[in-house]
């Protein structure tokens, strides 16, 4: 990246390059907020191949649509007319199909007028701006115990089958033992292929599954084990899926299972509630149980309250390059915005980001993670009825799409006023580079330092470059600093 105004090289710039970022990074978050005072908003998510708008799925059984970020005013989809919507009911989640751009078809669960939790498919109309509310097609019908521990996570996997998350059924303790058993789906995770139906149903059963062919075992079934995984998400880059399973007593827990996975986990409930065994004396059997990735427990040290773990996604955006392969989730009570690393299938260190903002006295209540067409994330809040976006604390970076051969704007906001900013980019990645003229440690490896502008009285430099055309295809890293401040990290493949 060549900017237009080049500047002198920075004093003394002493190289103190590391192969590996940090397991927790100090890049910084803020919650900026995208939409506020929807009527309790559970879950975001955007269409394949749709770069301009976000889908949100009210309690109530409506789907709105922010374009650009601005609410429009009627819902994509309305069914509250079937939508049974208090306590642990409602409209829980949705997934596009894959092919969503051709065919328009996405997929819903929700609590019917008798508390069961049906999955259906719906259409787009010819309005590609609303939904059909008369194309349901329902895939399954659920009966429900009792109408908490439904689950609600569900999501499409790079296998193209759609993996739905489903709780115990309710009652405390599981007694029914559902969650253990293999001839019930209540408290297991199904894998179904939506476009081959067969045997009379209006899904498949991918042959891949772990229980087809077995007698007495539901073939839907692609893991067990789940008291209530109201949230999930398959990483689409490795095809890990991630779980937060919502637990009893002490412990809240994320659950994960290898994209190389061929199924059949046991993720334990009600066996164990987390790695401690529940209602069972200590040494009960363990075998054959697959151990949370992460637990954490119950806490009520001041005002940090924890209560019921949100999962969430990971990051895979470009705006946050240092944060990239990072698990991000909540908790309902403490609405932290935590992170978890990973390395070589384990964990490589946690760091809890803010709390996600009251309104008016009223808690957030962090119900779900999403993300856009970009992976940018977002979190929504259930009672004050907002949609936040995570987006750099600070010193911000933002590019537009870098073409080869052609000058773009680079902008960085949040400066000191009227303060020198000077811009850096790598072709070798991420890395340590200790720049001790500005006490400063940026996060790329073998850097140029080429460009430098003043801010402006506003804290904002924006200053013009222009990308070689030798650039063509690959990915370049780029930062901006100023004395003791340094930026996002922006990964950009060059078009």
């Not at 009960?284 to 001041?302: D, K, L, Q, R, V």
């Not at 936040?388 to 933002?398: E, F, H, K, S, V």
Request: include cysteine; aromatic fraction near 10%; glycine fraction near 14%.
């Amino acid at each position: 990246m060549i900017p237009s105004r080049r500047f002198s090289v920075l004093g003394a710039v002493l190289l103190a390059v590391s192969p590996v970022l940090a397991q927790n990074p100090d890049q910084e978050l803020f919650p900026e907020e995208v939409v506020s005072g929807l009527f309790f908003p559970l879950a975001v998510g955007h269409g394949p191949g749709d770069p301009e708008r976000l889908f949100i799925a009210l309690q109530d059984g409506r789907i709105r649509v922010l374009v650009n970020d601005v609410l429009t005013g009627t819902p994509y989809l309305d069914i509250r007319a079937r939508v049974s919507a208090f306590g642990s009911t409602g409209l829980l989640g949705f997934a596009f199909h894959p092919d969503f751009g051709n065919n328009g078809y996405f997929y819903v669960t929700y609590s019917d007028l008798a508390g069961d939790t049906v999955i259906a498919r719906y259409e787009r109309s010819a309005n590609p701006n609303l939904a059909d509310p008369n194309s349901e097609l329902i895939l399954l019908h659920i009966t429900q115990p009792a109408q908490i521990h439904n689950g609600g996570g569900m999501a499409f996997g790079p296998d193209g089958y759609l993996y739905i998350a489903l709780g115990d059924g309710g009652v405390q303790g599981d007694p029914l033992g559902n969650a253990q058993n293999p001839n019930v789906i209540l408290g297991k995770i199904l894998r179904i292929d939506v476009d081959n139906p067969s045997g009379g149903l209006n899904y498949g059963i991918p042959p891949t599954n772990p229980f087809v062919g077995v007698p007495g075992v539901r073939e839907e079934i692609w893991a067990k084990g789940m008291r209530n995984p109201f949230r999930m998400s398959i990483d689409q880059a490795t095809g890990d899926l991630w779980l937060g399973d919502v637990n009893a007593r002490g412990f809240e827990e994320i659950d994960f299972q290898s994209g190389t996975s061929v199924g059949g986990e046991n993720y334990g409930w009600n066996i164990v509630e987390g790695t401690e065994c529940y209602n069972a004396p200590p040494g009960c059997a363990t075998n054959g149980i697959t151990m949370p990735f992460f637990e954490y427990a119950h806490s009520f040290i001041g005002l940090t309250v924890r209560c019921a773990v949100i999962g969430g996604l990971v990051y895979r955006g470009r705006e946050m390059a240092t944060l990239q392969g990072r698990y991000f989730f909540g908790d309902q009570c403490s609405n932290e915005v935590i992170s978890l690393g990973q390395s070589g299938g384990g964990l490589a260190g946690v760091k809890v980001f803010m709390k996600l903002p009251s309104i008016g006295g009223t808690a957030c209540s962090n119900v779900s993670w999403g993300e856009d067409h970009a992976g940018e994330i977002y979190a929504v809040c259930h009672q004050t009825g907002s949609v936040y976006r995570m987006i750099p604390a600070g010193l911000r970076l933002q590019l537009p799409d870098l073409q080869a051969g052609f000058a773009a704007q680079v902008k960085v906001s949040g400066c000191a006023p009227n303060g020198q900013v000077y811009v850096a980019f790598s072709c070798s990645g991420l890395g340590k580079v200790h720049i001790a003229a500005l006490g400063v440690n940026l996060d790329l490896a073998s850097l140029k330092l080429a460009a430098a502008a003043l801010a402006n009285g506003n804290g904002v430099m924006s200053v013009n470059a222009t990308v070689p055309g030798a650039f063509l295809g690959r990915t370049i890293w780029v930062q901006a600093v100023e004395s003791g401040a340094k930026s996002n990290v922006i990964a950009e493949v060059i078009d």
